[in-house]
């Protein structure tokens, strides 16, 4: 058996489009322009890398894009008056605070100060508790992008067994939670796990997201099952070169499963896209308006 590789980047692609065109709906019926601001703090070099995409992608589908870049030692109440000011901004529907953030600044403090409405990560603890228990709150990124490959390549995931290899409440908690309200029988495992490997091996689905590199093994993957690689992993080659590698033996599951996310370009990429979905979805809640459908 050969996997088929499920390419995130392209469905990103497709999801970046959509947005675009529910922007322009929302403009031209409702003069709503939805409007992202991304805080930075600090200059580490990947954050700035993302938030430039970030950037370039909102642009790009018609919204508009806010920029905040603070120095790395800005104090906790500094960047805590512009997370109130972004909240009071009408012209603001989406907030993102870029982590990590410095040492001596609170992220949780911090994610917790962001209006629930305009947390379009999704970490907020009311967002957290929303999904949770079944309400409408907004999602994270990065779960929400992997629930919509899955439905995509298995339609209903009703009555699947699925395994969660991580327990971050980024990505590993919620991503949990949302398997569960597909109705999948979901295990929640993580590097402590005994006997992980018999875990992987009777689940119709693997969500790797635990960030150890390859720490999923290609003979633990069922016959058939489909794969979803969220880690991303630098690692040293023999030449002295690095490579990304994610958090599954990418080559030996591809002989076992029905279907793999490679890294890159497998989650990665729909986590920007996810964004600028979370903030429509965000801006049309704000404004008392349906959401368009395309």
Known sequence: MSADVIDGKAFAEVLKKGAAKQVAILKEKYNLTPGLAVVLVGEDPASQI?????NKSTHKAGMNSYEHRMDS???????????????????????????????HINEAAV??????EKDVDGFHVINSGLLATGGRGMVPCTPLGCIMMLKDRLGSLSGLDAVVVGRSNIVGKPMAQLLLNESCTVTIAHSRTRN????????????????????VKGDWIKDGATVIDVGINRIETANGKTRLVGDVEYAAAAKHAAAIT??????????????????I??????????????
């Open 50 to 54: 993302y938030v430039r995409n970030k």
């Open 73 to 103: 030692d800005v104090t906790e109440a500094q960047l805590l008056m512009v997370v109130k000011d972004l909240n009071l901004d009408p012209a603001v529907h989406g907030i993102l605070v870029q982590l990590p953030l410095p040492k």
């Open 111 to 116: 994610i917790d100060a962001i209006a629930p």
């Open 196 to 215: 992980l490997a018999e875990v992987v091996k009777r689940s119709d689905i693997v969500v790797a997201a635990v960030g150890v590199p390859e720490l």
């Open 262 to 279: 490679p890294v890159p370009g497998g989650v990665g990429p729909m986590t920007i896209a996810v964004l600028l979905k979370n903030t």
């Open 281 to 294: 979805t965000a801006a049309c809640r704000q404004a008392g308006v349906d959401e368009p459908k395309i």
